[in-house]
């Protein structure tokens, strides 16, 4: 059964600063992956969708990486600021399956 | 504009009764969700319909029901057999085989 986690579950970061968010998954067998934004209190918002055959998406600052072989997706936001500060999860689509979601990382960026 | 419209965003019951939350999309999607979010809890999904006319459980279907008569309407019940009724409840809709999931804003249910 495909299970997903992230890490870290909590990120405190000031201004500016770049990060990396970090999403794994158990088996290899997906059509996508997808990350997204929730903002206390309000419903998931799409932020990247990576096919099984791309290895990243790139929207504005947000940056997303794919590497299926190892399990494992990243999400690089660059220049970070206080906006950015919310609830980030990621979910794949295996074969077969319905989605699947990982626990969620809480940002907060510092003025 | 397309989109996924969860109503109403604030429910409130008494225990005992039932409550029907509402999510209609517009993006001609033909797969529709029910996830359940608790604080500190991933999303648990509840209920889910591939096809107008046929819905399947999900993981924590037990106290809820469903129906899909339509395409772009898939209503969600919670009976008065769901132990804790209270939760954030986010229907969410997607197209066929590698397309992506799009969310409502969500209908926070509070039952006391």
């Known amino acids: 059964k495909q299970e997903v986690t992230q890490i870290p579950a909590a990120l405190s970061v000031p201004e500016g600063e770049n990060l990396v968010l970090n999403c794994s998954f158990t088996?290899?067998?997906?059509?996508?992956l997808q990350w997204f934004r929730q903002d206390p209190g309000k419903g998931l918002t799409s932020l990247l969708l990576?096919?099984?055959?791309?290895r990243e998406q790139t929207s504005g600052r947000l940056n997303a990486s794919l590497d299926k072989s190892s399990g494992r997706s990243t999400l690089y936001i660059a220049a970070s600021q206080p906006g950015d500060s919310a609830t980030y999860l990621c979910?794949?689509?295996?074969?077969?399956?319905?989605?699947?979601f990982g626990p969620g990382t809480r940002l907060s960026v510092l003025p | 504009d397309g989109g996924i419209t969860q109503s109403p965003k604030y429910l409130f019951r008494k225990e005992g009764q039932n409550v029907t939350l509402s999510c209609e999309q517009n993006?001609?999607?033909?797969?529709m969700y029910w996830y359940r979010q608790d604080p500190g809890q991933g999303l648990r999904l509840i209920y889910y319909?591939?096809?107008?006319?046929?819905?399947q459980k999900g993981d924590i279907a037990e106290g809820y029901s469903v129906s899909r008569e339509k395409k772009e309407s898939f209503p969600l019940t919670v009976t008065s057999a769901q132990k804790n009724p209270t939760a954030f409840y986010l229907c969410?809709?997607?197209?066929?085989?590698?397309?992506?999931?799009?969310f409502g804003n969500g209908t926070r249910l509070t039952v006391t």
């Open positions: 969410a809709s997607s197209g066929q085989g590698d397309s992506p999931l799009h």
């Open positions: 979910a794949v689509r295996p074969w077969g399956q319905n989605f699947v």
């Open positions: 088996d290899s067998a997906i059509y996508n």
């Open positions: 990576i096919q099984s055959s791309q």
């Open positions: 993006l001609n999607h033909d797969a």
């Open positions: 319909s591939q096809i107008v006319n046929d819905f």
